[in-house]
Protein backbone atom coordinates (compact mmCIF):
# COMPACT_ATOMS: atom_id res chain seq x y z
CA UNK A 1 0.00 0.00 0.00
CA UNK A 2 1.21 3.68 -0.83
CA UNK A 3 0.95 6.20 2.32
CA UNK A 4 -1.77 7.98 2.84
CA UNK A 5 -2.56 10.69 0.10
CA UNK A 6 -3.18 14.25 1.40
CA UNK A 7 -6.54 14.37 -1.02
CA UNK A 8 -9.31 15.33 1.51
CA UNK A 9 -12.21 15.01 -1.04
CA UNK A 10 -13.21 12.40 -3.22
CA UNK A 11 -11.23 13.56 -7.22
CA UNK A 12 -12.59 12.33 -10.45
CA UNK A 13 -11.61 13.00 -14.15
CA UNK A 14 -8.29 11.63 -12.76
CA UNK A 15 -4.94 12.03 -15.01
CA UNK A 16 -1.31 10.77 -13.79
CA UNK A 17 1.99 11.52 -15.57
CA UNK A 18 5.47 10.27 -14.50
CA UNK A 19 8.66 12.36 -14.58
CA UNK A 20 11.18 9.94 -13.65
CA UNK A 21 11.09 10.87 -9.89
CA UNK A 22 7.34 10.76 -9.04
CA UNK A 23 4.10 10.59 -10.00
CA UNK A 24 2.20 13.61 -10.85
CA UNK A 25 -1.92 13.26 -10.10
CA UNK A 26 -4.19 15.31 -10.87
CA UNK A 27 -8.13 15.45 -10.53
CA UNK A 28 -11.41 17.51 -9.44
CA UNK A 29 -13.83 17.17 -6.37
CA UNK A 30 -16.74 15.94 -6.67
CA UNK A 31 -18.16 18.57 -4.30
CA UNK A 32 -19.85 21.97 -5.08
CA UNK A 33 -18.23 23.85 -6.38
CA UNK A 34 -15.76 22.12 -8.28
CA UNK A 35 -11.96 22.52 -7.49
CA UNK A 36 -8.87 21.15 -9.08
CA UNK A 37 -6.50 19.25 -7.14
CA UNK A 38 -2.79 18.51 -8.40
CA UNK A 39 -0.73 16.17 -6.08
CA UNK A 40 2.86 14.41 -6.02
CA UNK A 41 4.09 10.63 -4.38
CA UNK A 42 7.79 10.23 -4.66
CA UNK A 43 8.68 6.59 -4.51
CA UNK A 44 11.82 6.97 -3.42
CA UNK A 45 10.48 8.66 -0.10
CA UNK A 46 7.14 7.57 0.32
CA UNK A 47 5.89 10.84 0.46
CA UNK A 48 3.37 13.11 -0.91
CA UNK A 49 2.87 16.71 -1.80
CA UNK A 50 0.34 19.13 -2.09
CA UNK A 51 0.92 21.21 -5.34
CA UNK A 52 -0.68 24.34 -7.25
CA UNK A 53 -3.85 23.09 -8.21
CA UNK A 54 -3.11 24.93 -11.76
CA UNK A 55 -6.52 25.57 -14.15
CA UNK A 56 -10.29 25.64 -13.20
CA UNK A 57 -12.26 22.29 -14.27
CA UNK A 58 -14.84 22.84 -16.51
CA UNK A 59 -16.62 19.70 -15.87
CA UNK A 60 -16.42 15.66 -14.62
CA UNK A 61 -17.43 14.76 -17.88
CA UNK A 62 -15.50 14.58 -21.17
CA UNK A 63 -12.31 12.60 -21.98
CA UNK A 64 -8.77 14.07 -19.77
CA UNK A 65 -5.45 13.15 -20.58
CA UNK A 66 -2.10 14.00 -18.98
CA UNK A 67 1.56 13.62 -20.76
CA UNK A 68 5.18 14.12 -19.75
CA UNK A 69 7.56 16.21 -21.58
CA UNK A 70 10.72 15.90 -20.34
CA UNK A 71 10.05 18.90 -17.88
CA UNK A 72 6.01 20.11 -17.69
CA UNK A 73 3.01 17.37 -17.06
CA UNK A 74 0.94 18.86 -20.20
CA UNK A 75 -2.73 18.14 -19.44
CA UNK A 76 -5.88 18.47 -21.90
CA UNK A 77 -9.92 18.15 -21.16
CA UNK A 78 -12.56 19.63 -19.17
CA UNK A 79 -11.26 18.83 -16.16
CA UNK A 80 -8.42 21.46 -16.93
CA UNK A 81 -6.15 22.44 -19.83
CA UNK A 82 -2.77 23.68 -18.93
CA UNK A 83 1.68 22.84 -18.43
CA UNK A 84 2.54 22.28 -14.95
CA UNK A 85 6.49 23.05 -14.14
CA UNK A 86 7.55 20.88 -11.39
CA UNK A 87 11.00 22.31 -11.15
CA UNK A 88 9.18 26.00 -10.94
CA UNK A 89 5.94 24.70 -8.95
CA UNK A 90 3.83 26.94 -11.59
CA UNK A 91 1.40 26.24 -14.07
CA UNK A 92 1.33 28.06 -17.39
CA UNK A 93 -1.87 28.28 -19.30
CA UNK A 94 -2.13 26.47 -23.14
CA UNK A 95 -4.48 27.68 -25.47
CA UNK A 96 -8.24 25.88 -25.71
CA UNK A 97 -8.98 23.65 -28.94
CA UNK A 98 -12.14 21.53 -29.41
CA UNK A 99 -10.22 18.24 -29.62
CA UNK A 100 -8.07 18.77 -26.65
CA UNK A 101 -11.09 17.85 -24.94
CA UNK A 102 -12.75 15.45 -27.45
CA UNK A 103 -10.03 13.20 -28.69
CA UNK A 104 -10.70 9.90 -28.62
CA UNK A 105 -7.11 8.96 -29.77
CA UNK A 106 -4.09 10.65 -27.79
CA UNK A 107 -0.88 10.05 -28.58
CA UNK A 108 2.51 12.21 -27.52
CA UNK A 109 5.32 11.63 -30.03
CA UNK A 110 8.61 13.35 -28.00
CA UNK A 111 7.69 17.10 -29.80
CA UNK A 112 3.31 17.12 -29.72
CA UNK A 113 0.36 15.89 -28.86
CA UNK A 114 -1.59 14.54 -31.09
CA UNK A 115 -5.75 14.22 -30.97
CA UNK A 116 -7.87 12.39 -33.29
CA UNK A 117 -11.65 11.67 -33.72
CA UNK A 118 -14.20 10.96 -30.78
CA UNK A 119 -16.69 13.89 -30.03
CA UNK A 120 -19.18 14.90 -27.76
CA UNK A 121 -23.19 15.31 -27.00
CA UNK A 122 -23.80 12.48 -29.62
CA UNK A 123 -21.28 13.89 -32.23
CA UNK A 124 -18.65 12.19 -33.59
CA UNK A 125 -15.32 13.81 -35.74
CA UNK A 126 -13.12 12.56 -38.25
CA UNK A 127 -10.78 15.79 -37.54
CA UNK A 128 -7.60 15.84 -35.91
CA UNK A 129 -5.41 18.41 -34.42
CA UNK A 130 -1.73 18.44 -32.92
CA UNK A 131 0.11 20.68 -29.95
CA UNK A 132 3.17 22.10 -30.06
CA UNK A 133 4.42 23.08 -26.45
CA UNK A 134 7.56 24.35 -27.58
CA UNK A 135 5.79 27.32 -29.88
CA UNK A 136 2.78 26.91 -28.18
CA UNK A 137 0.54 26.17 -31.40
CA UNK A 138 -2.07 24.12 -32.67
CA UNK A 139 -2.22 22.54 -36.31
CA UNK A 140 -5.29 20.96 -37.90
CA UNK A 141 -3.89 17.41 -38.78
CA UNK A 142 -4.82 16.65 -42.83
CA UNK A 143 -8.01 14.43 -43.60
CA UNK A 144 -7.26 10.93 -42.44
CA UNK A 145 -8.88 7.89 -44.43
CA UNK A 146 -10.78 6.89 -41.61
CA UNK A 147 -14.78 8.15 -40.84
CA UNK A 148 -15.73 9.43 -37.89
CA UNK A 149 -15.56 7.61 -34.15
CA UNK A 150 -14.52 7.25 -31.29
CA UNK A 151 -11.08 4.99 -31.32
CA UNK A 152 -7.94 3.27 -30.48
CA UNK A 153 -4.90 4.21 -31.26
CA UNK A 154 -0.73 4.46 -30.23
CA UNK A 155 2.35 6.28 -31.00
CA UNK A 156 5.38 3.55 -32.24
CA UNK A 157 8.02 6.05 -32.24
CA UNK A 158 7.56 7.10 -35.92
CA UNK A 159 3.19 6.66 -36.83
CA UNK A 160 0.46 7.40 -34.51
CA UNK A 161 -1.60 3.94 -35.39
CA UNK A 162 -5.13 4.05 -35.27
CA UNK A 163 -7.24 0.58 -35.44
CA UNK A 164 -11.27 -0.07 -35.12
CA UNK A 165 -13.77 1.95 -32.53
CA UNK A 166 -17.41 2.78 -33.25
CA UNK A 167 -19.94 5.68 -34.01
CA UNK A 168 -23.22 6.24 -32.68
CA UNK A 169 -24.68 8.11 -35.75
CA UNK A 170 -26.70 7.60 -37.61
CA UNK A 171 -26.68 3.97 -36.02
CA UNK A 172 -24.46 1.91 -33.41
CA UNK A 173 -21.66 0.73 -35.86
CA UNK A 174 -18.28 -0.71 -34.91
CA UNK A 175 -15.32 -0.49 -37.39
CA UNK A 176 -12.08 -3.20 -37.96
CA UNK A 177 -10.25 -0.90 -40.54
CA UNK A 178 -6.89 0.68 -39.37
CA UNK A 179 -4.66 3.63 -40.87
CA UNK A 180 -1.26 5.26 -39.49
CA UNK A 181 -0.13 9.14 -39.55
CA UNK A 182 3.31 10.12 -39.69
CA UNK A 183 3.41 13.58 -38.46
CA UNK A 184 6.84 14.37 -40.00
CA UNK A 185 5.76 13.67 -43.79
CA UNK A 186 1.86 14.53 -42.25
CA UNK A 187 0.77 12.19 -44.12
CA UNK A 188 -2.02 9.23 -43.63
CA UNK A 189 -1.62 5.45 -44.89
CA UNK A 190 -4.02 2.96 -44.59
CA UNK A 191 -3.10 -0.45 -42.67
CA UNK A 192 -4.94 -3.66 -43.29
CA UNK A 193 -8.15 -4.46 -41.08
CA UNK A 194 -8.44 -5.64 -37.55
CA UNK A 195 -9.68 -9.45 -37.63
CA UNK A 196 -13.16 -8.13 -36.23
CA UNK A 197 -14.64 -4.85 -35.53
CA UNK A 198 -14.20 -3.93 -31.92
CA UNK A 199 -13.86 -1.09 -30.08
CA UNK A 200 -13.41 0.61 -26.70
CA UNK A 201 -9.50 -1.56 -26.56
CA UNK A 202 -6.59 -0.28 -24.44
CA UNK A 203 -3.31 0.25 -26.83
CA UNK A 204 -0.10 -0.39 -25.71
CA UNK A 205 2.70 0.06 -27.84
CA UNK A 206 5.56 -2.73 -26.85
CA UNK A 207 8.71 -1.70 -29.30
CA UNK A 208 7.91 -4.44 -31.57
CA UNK A 209 3.72 -4.07 -32.42
CA UNK A 210 0.65 -2.26 -31.30
CA UNK A 211 -1.40 -4.35 -29.07
CA UNK A 212 -5.27 -3.74 -28.84
CA UNK A 213 -6.19 -5.40 -25.10
CA UNK A 214 -9.91 -5.71 -24.35
CA UNK A 215 -12.32 -3.79 -25.97
CA UNK A 216 -16.17 -4.34 -27.06
CA UNK A 217 -16.73 -6.68 -30.21
CA UNK A 218 -19.64 -6.30 -32.45
CA UNK A 219 -23.30 -7.36 -30.52
CA UNK A 220 -21.51 -8.12 -27.51
CA UNK A 221 -23.31 -7.38 -24.16
CA UNK A 222 -20.06 -6.73 -22.59
CA UNK A 223 -16.36 -6.29 -23.03
CA UNK A 224 -14.16 -9.55 -24.06
CA UNK A 225 -11.27 -11.01 -22.80
CA UNK A 226 -9.38 -11.37 -26.03
CA UNK A 227 -6.71 -9.17 -27.35
CA UNK A 228 -5.02 -8.79 -30.97
CA UNK A 229 -1.72 -7.18 -32.35
CA UNK A 230 -0.51 -5.25 -35.20
CA UNK A 231 2.96 -5.47 -36.36
CA UNK A 232 4.06 -2.07 -38.69
CA UNK A 233 7.14 -3.63 -39.87
CA UNK A 234 5.70 -7.11 -41.39
CA UNK A 235 1.32 -5.18 -41.97
CA UNK A 236 0.00 -8.17 -40.09
CA UNK A 237 -2.59 -8.70 -37.58
CA UNK A 238 -2.19 -11.94 -34.83
CA UNK A 239 -4.27 -12.92 -32.57
CA UNK A 240 -2.79 -12.86 -28.61
CA UNK A 241 -4.16 -15.17 -26.00
CA UNK A 242 -7.11 -13.80 -23.91
CA UNK A 243 -6.64 -11.98 -20.71
CA UNK A 244 -8.73 -14.27 -18.68
CA UNK A 245 -11.37 -11.94 -17.67
CA UNK A 246 -13.64 -10.12 -20.24
CA UNK A 247 -12.22 -6.35 -18.44
CA UNK A 248 -12.67 -2.88 -19.49
CA UNK A 249 -12.02 0.33 -17.63
CA UNK A 250 -8.46 -0.97 -16.33
CA UNK A 251 -4.97 0.30 -16.18
CA UNK A 252 -2.33 -0.67 -18.33
CA UNK A 253 1.32 -0.07 -18.42
CA UNK A 254 3.62 -1.96 -20.50
CA UNK A 255 7.37 -2.13 -18.39
CA UNK A 256 10.04 -2.71 -21.51
CA UNK A 257 9.18 -6.28 -21.01
CA UNK A 258 5.92 -7.15 -20.47
CA UNK A 259 1.82 -5.66 -19.99
CA UNK A 260 0.66 -4.99 -16.51
CA UNK A 261 -2.95 -4.89 -16.43
CA UNK A 262 -5.08 -4.47 -13.68
CA UNK A 263 -7.84 -3.22 -11.65
CA UNK A 264 -11.04 -2.88 -13.96
CA UNK A 265 -14.90 -4.52 -14.44
CA UNK A 266 -15.86 -7.40 -16.08
CA UNK A 267 -19.15 -9.32 -16.56
CA UNK A 268 -22.05 -7.23 -18.72
CA UNK A 269 -22.51 -3.71 -18.47
CA UNK A 270 -25.32 -4.25 -16.79
CA UNK A 271 -24.16 -6.27 -14.48
CA UNK A 272 -20.10 -5.43 -13.47
CA UNK A 273 -17.88 -7.39 -11.44
CA UNK A 274 -14.50 -7.00 -9.96
CA UNK A 275 -11.83 -9.43 -11.42
CA UNK A 276 -10.06 -10.77 -8.71
CA UNK A 277 -6.47 -9.95 -9.82
CA UNK A 278 -4.84 -8.47 -12.05
CA UNK A 279 -2.55 -9.99 -15.29
CA UNK A 280 0.69 -9.72 -16.96
CA UNK A 281 1.94 -11.06 -20.87
CA UNK A 282 5.32 -11.12 -22.14
CA UNK A 283 5.21 -11.17 -25.55
CA UNK A 284 8.96 -12.91 -25.71
CA UNK A 285 7.74 -15.80 -23.70
CA UNK A 286 4.40 -16.24 -22.54
CA UNK A 287 3.30 -16.90 -26.10
CA UNK A 288 -0.17 -18.81 -25.17
CA UNK A 289 -1.38 -17.54 -22.12
CA UNK A 290 -1.08 -14.54 -19.69
CA UNK A 291 0.15 -15.13 -16.01
CA UNK A 292 -2.03 -13.72 -12.63
CA UNK A 293 -0.32 -10.91 -10.77
CA UNK A 294 -0.47 -11.30 -6.58
CA UNK A 295 -3.56 -10.24 -5.51
CA UNK A 296 -3.38 -6.48 -4.65
CA UNK A 297 -3.77 -5.00 -1.06
CA UNK A 298 -6.64 -2.37 -2.90
CA UNK A 299 -10.06 -3.34 -3.34
CA UNK A 300 -10.78 -3.44 -6.82
CA UNK A 301 -11.76 -0.39 -8.90
CA UNK A 302 -12.15 1.38 -12.69
CA UNK A 303 -10.52 3.76 -14.02
CA UNK A 304 -7.17 4.23 -11.96
CA UNK A 305 -4.31 6.02 -12.91
CA UNK A 306 -1.42 4.15 -13.51
CA UNK A 307 2.48 4.56 -14.00
CA UNK A 308 5.44 2.58 -14.96
CA UNK A 309 8.11 4.07 -12.77
CA UNK A 310 10.84 1.59 -14.52
CA UNK A 311 11.10 -0.77 -11.48
CA UNK A 312 7.26 -0.27 -10.30
CA UNK A 313 3.28 -0.51 -11.43
CA UNK A 314 1.75 2.47 -9.26
CA UNK A 315 -1.98 3.16 -9.16
CA UNK A 316 -4.02 5.08 -7.62
CA UNK A 317 -7.56 6.02 -7.77
CA UNK A 318 -10.33 5.07 -9.37
CA UNK A 319 -14.13 4.17 -8.70
CA UNK A 320 -15.20 1.48 -6.60
CA UNK A 321 -18.30 0.24 -8.14
CA UNK A 322 -21.46 0.08 -6.00
CA UNK A 323 -25.31 -0.93 -6.19
CA UNK A 324 -26.14 2.56 -6.26
CA UNK A 325 -23.41 4.63 -7.14
CA UNK A 326 -19.79 4.77 -7.46
CA UNK A 327 -17.45 5.86 -5.04
CA UNK A 328 -14.21 7.80 -5.58
CA UNK A 329 -10.74 5.67 -4.38
CA UNK A 330 -8.37 7.78 -2.59
CA UNK A 331 -5.78 5.00 -1.95
CA UNK A 332 -3.14 3.06 -3.83
CA UNK A 333 -0.35 0.55 -4.10
CA UNK A 334 2.88 -0.26 -5.79
CA UNK A 335 3.64 -3.56 -7.43
CA UNK A 336 7.31 -4.81 -8.44
CA UNK A 337 7.29 -7.04 -10.31
CA UNK A 338 10.14 -10.39 -10.50
CA UNK A 339 13.40 -9.91 -12.27
CA UNK A 340 14.03 -12.21 -14.85
Given at each position: MLPAAPATEQLGSLVSAWTGSQMLIRGVTWGQPQKAVTLSYTPATGTWRTLAPGPAPQSLEGWNNAVWTGTEMLTFGPGGTGAYNPAAGTWRPIAQNKLGSVGAVRVWTGHQEIFWGGGCCGDVTAAGAAYNPATATWRALPPAPLSARYASGVWTGTEMIIAGGDSPEPAMRAFADAAAYNPVTRTW???????EPRYGATALWDGTEALFIGGTLTGARGPTSDAVAFNPAAGQWRRLPGTGYDRREFAAVWTGRQVLVWGGLTGTFQDR???????????????????ALPKAPLRGRSEPVA???????????????????????????????PSR
Open positions: RKLPPMPEIPPHGVAYDPAVNLYQWSVWTGRQLIVWGGNIPGAQQDTPATDGAAYQP
